[in-house]
């Protein structure tokens, strides 16, 4: 027995000692990396022509943990930090962006636009390059509309026509196979769920979309004018002709050059001069680039809302916003002596109502402090995304963003009859009249549906209120304008719910208003700061991409847009499990 224990503890001595070592050997590594850092800069050449690459969807931000086992990607804000920066240094002389597989929202291509065009404004050119425009959608165009040059390949397709989309409805899929939808709205323009109780798309539902994607249009056709120095109508005249050819958008001033990826690389870097280096913009976003003393939080709130918090675990796939960790971050900026205001970057389409009270309340604090908060909305601000702007000093829309969606969603889909029909079962065993009142195995009662009802208004009731006050709009009013429905930035500017429309800049400038910043003297913290030690293996991890190959394959495939569609229908389905009955979210519109 005594040989066996101490055969025992001879073995946890060795794990713990590997433990311990390789603690030290990461401590060392960060150590040594540290050191090389310092001793190289920045490490970026004399000169250079930034490379950035568009053609994939883009997050708006970055706020969720890293996930070291996955490649940091370039974010929309790392886009308008990493061009402001550029522009300031001398050493860059220009970029080359490619773009055209219609990756960019509306409000995301106006937001990349503005930065493109700053940069710009500091005797910096940009060369937007296309295989070809395949999508439809108009974001693309309007960021490559505001480089100096844009490219196309010959004969490729140019599709760029307008904004627009469509709904699937599964109601008549769910009466197949007699499955259940009691679901409370409020008000009828909150659709979100109308996928599973209508059959199609309801009168209300067609008109607030038609007038969404009449206003994206409107306001994309005169950027467009504006930018390529022609006539609204030459402007809907070569839309109206797509799809069409390069060659054809060329003749209508809509690209200038046909040219292959190459050779617009090689125009850039003849146009930069000697001893040009091409630099990922990635790598250059990522680089230090020293202002001074920090006096303007940015907090980025990115994806869905829900509550808790995401963790920094090492193999962290989780993202979107977690309240614990927003109202963190936005407490860590309000606690800052030398932070003088927040601009609170929203790009959601909501999610729990509890998490978006908890953040809201975050907010209020932090205003209760003395800090002035400025939401700057992305491509879609809705629902729960609005909610945890409504006290803001000053909420600030691209003209494409969607916003509003002031309403709620409650409810299930009970498939208790479903198992029937393949001759499966189910049954249940509670003590407690509603202990499994949100089981999808079993429909709603009458109280069950009545509480469910009174649980929509006291939310609902609750929301407008708090748009009221926050807005300073008469209770009356937001009424009229919630409803659940959505509407564009330049919609939602004319009723009160955003007090400006513009990008980050335009927000940025607000803060500085707020707290006498002058605007040329704006340094920004972005919150939440990574933490740990977790956070530094994840920017250790940034320079392993060829290793991480094959993980990327698999990322590649589960990004196929058939099977993101599927297993989006799949998880939106309302699933009856406790605490999710409640909901403020809009995330089945399209993003024109």
Known sequence: MIRFLTWLRSILMAVVNGAAIAVMAIILLLALVLVWSLARGDGLPANMVLALDLRQPIDDSAAAPANILASRRATVMDVVLGLDAASRDKRVKGMVIRLGNGALSS????????????????????????????????????????????WAQPKAPFSVAGAGGGEIFLRGTLEKIDAEPQIAKRAEYKSAADMYMEKAMSPADREQLTALMNSVYD??????????????????????????????AKSRRLIDRTGYDDEA?????????????????????????????????LVEAAGEIRDGTAGNALFNTSGGIASDDLSLAIRQAARDTSIKAIVLRVDSPGGSVTASDQILHAVKMAQKAGKPVVVSMGGVAASGGYYIATSANKIVAEPGTITGSIGVLTGKVSFAKTLGLVGANAETVAVGKNTLMDSPLQPFTDDQWANLNHQADVIYDDFTRKVADGRHLPLDKVHDIARGRVWS?????????????????????????????????????????PR?????????????????????????????????????????????????????????????
């Open 107 to 150: 409000a995301e291509g106006e937001e990349i636009a503005t930065a493109i065009q700053r940069f710009r404004a500091s005797d910096k050119f940009v060369i937007a390059q296309a295989t070809a425009f395949f999508g439809a959608g108009l974001g693309d165009y309007l960021a490559a509309s505001a480089a100096t040059e844009i």
């Open 489 to 529: 930035g330049t919609d939602a500017q004319s009723r009160g719910l955003v007090d400006a429309l513009g990008g980050f800049w335009t927000a940025a400038g607000q803060a500085a208003g707020l707290t006498n910043i002058p605007v040329s003297q704006m340094v920004f913290r972005v919150y939440p700061r």
């Open 219 to 248: 306001n994309a056709v005169g950027q467009i004018a504006q930018a390529r120095h022609i006539t609204r109508p030459e402007v809907i005249a070569a839309l109206e002709a797509s799809p069409q050819f390069s060659e054809d």
């Open 265 to 297: 690389r090689a125009a850039a870097n003849a146009r930069a001069g000697t001893g040009v280096k091409d630099v990922r913009f990635a790598d250059y976003a990522r680089a230090e680039h020293k202002l001074g003393v920090p006096n303007i939080a």
């Open 532 to 592: 740990g030690l977790f956070a530094n293996l994840s920017r250790l991890s940034e320079g392993m991409d060829a290793s991480l190959g094959g993980l990327q394959r698999i990322e590649a495939l589960l990004d196929l847009p058939v099977l993101q569609a599927l297993l989006g229908q799949v998880s939106s389905l309302p699933s009856g499990a406790p605490g999710n009955s409640l909901s403020l979210k809009a995330d089945h519109l399209p993003r024109p």
